[in-house]
């Protein structure tokens, strides 16, 4: 029995990996997802709220507005090991909107929000040993964005913001189908619901040391995500083990984006952004139970686990390129490394390092009104595990094997009205 509780609490780890924000959705617009999100330097209206908003004070003094949906597909993933224990997962749809406003300006000041989807994941196992620790993974975080930019002077602004971050998620595991094909594997499973409200900070500053180049710099804080829900455990013959309150604190860490953007002749624009995040904050995932019966919550799923993820890398470069025919085409390439050792991967988010592609354009219908539509590829490397690496031995990753496939293909469709 101790082994299988054991076993199934890597069930109730992997259903809250993804709530650290672990899937990451930086493209938030029209522009930034042509770009690829190398939209920080240069940013070119009403989005400029979100990505920095430092910027605002040198838009022209007018409204903007922009918004947009992204419909962002994940193909499956497939693991590789043995039959019977290879499996894959099943594809997911996800819709993701977006909203921006920027005011006019009052004297120096210039005030804007955002709405947007920060991270989310879906992902569903139904292949027997996958489902087991990822049945159903579903995570949406929802941000609103408000912030307000000084203009220091004509070469230099500073901008800061609030970050409002609610956030829901769906977690289940089942080990039904694992056990009725070995008897070895003990008929449990998990399920659990849990939402909650956070605060945040983003800071940001522009220098334009001349007319044609933008230096930036901009930060958003760290923010503790504390889950609060329901949780039900079972395993047969024993059946419920616990039904009550449940809460985990998980962090979604902080990033700071460096920048710089040279433009020739306002045609063409080449923009080059740095992002490194601190994912080295998630160090332990802890489950707490509240509820009445949690003195007979198995030590197993109570006992802190070490997750030590790392400080990650992204490296971006954008082009910009307007032309004669109301046409501005974009494009940019990423290179983006995981936060996730492979002693501590999961089936919930079997995440590797990705190069990223995506292009757009945006058409200026009217002197007001323009819309447009981007494309973003991500492309994930194959991911193979060393047998004996995985950081506990009870678990099925620990034999080793490979995840492969993945990513993700995101198209946007925007517009923009100024007055």
């Not at 522009?31 to 999100?37: H, P, R, T, V």
């Not at 912030?147 to 602004?157: G, N, R, W």
């Not at 860490?253 to 306002?266: C, E, F, M, Q, R």
């Not at 160090?283 to 400080?311: H, I, R």
């Amino acid at each position: 029995m101790k082994k299988v509780i054991h076993t199934m609490v890597l069930s109730a780890v992997a259903g809250t990996t993804v709530w650290a924000g672990g899937y990451k959705i930086p493209e938030q617009s029209l522009n930034s997802m042509a770009l690829g999100a190398a939209y920080v330097a240069h940013t070119m209206g009403a989005d400029s709220a979100y990505f920095n908003p430092a910027n605002m004070v040198f838009l022209e003094d007018k409204q903007y507005i922009a918004g947009g949906v992204t419909l962002a597909h994940l193909p499956q993933i497939d693991y590789t090991l043995s039959t019977p224990v290879s499996g894959n997962s099943k594809e997911e749809d996800i819709i993701i909107p977006n909203m921006h406003y920027v005011s006019n300006a009052f004297n120096d000041f210039r005030w804007g929000v955002s709405f947007v989807v920060p991270g989310g994941l879906t992902k569903r196992w139904e292949t027997p040993f996958q489902k087991a620790y990822a049945q159903e993974f579903t995570l949406k975080i929802l941000e609103l964005n408000p912030s307000l930019a000084y203009k220091v002077s004509e070469k230099m602004s500073v901008a800061m913001g609030v970050r409002v971050i609610y956030s829901e998620g769906i977690v289940k595991s089942n080990s039904a189908d694992a056990h009725a094909i070995n008897p070895a594997v003990a008929s449990a499973s998990r399920d659990m619901e849990g939402d909650t409200v956070a605060f945040g900070y983003n800071l940001a500053v522009t220098y334009k040391p001349t007319s044609d180049i933008n230096v930036a710099m901009t930060y958003r804080s760290n923010v503790d995500l504390n889950e609060e829900g329901n949780a039900e455990i079972t395993a047969e013959p024993y059946g419920v083990l616990y039904n009550g309150a449940s809460s985990v604190e998980v962090p979604l860490p902080a990033a700071l984006n460096v920048a710089i953007s040279k433009t020739w002749g306002d045609k063409l624009t080449l923009e080059f952004n740095y992002e490194r995040t601190f994912w080295s904050s998630y160090e332990t995932l802890d489950f707490k139970y509240s509820g009445q019966g949690n003195e007979y919550v198995p030590a197993a799923f109570d006992q802190p686990l070490a997750k030590n993820w790392k400080d990650t890398n992204t490296f971006r470069v954008g082009a910009t390129i307007k032309m004669d025919n109301k046409i501005t085409f974009m494009t940019g390439f990423s290179i983006d490394e995981t936060p996730v050792p492979a002693e501590t991967i999961g089936f919930e988010l079997p995440d590797s390092d990705a190069k990223i592609f995506s292009m757009g354009f945006n058409y200026q219908q009217t002197e007001q009104f323009s819309w447009g539509v981007a494309f973003l590829y991500d492309s994930k490397e194959t991911r193979s595990l060393t047998s004996g690496e995985y950081i506990d031995s009870y678990s099925l990753l620990n034999n080793g094997g490979s995840f492969e496939g993945g990513g993700a293909y995101l198209t946007t469709l925007g517009m923009a009205y100024e007055f």
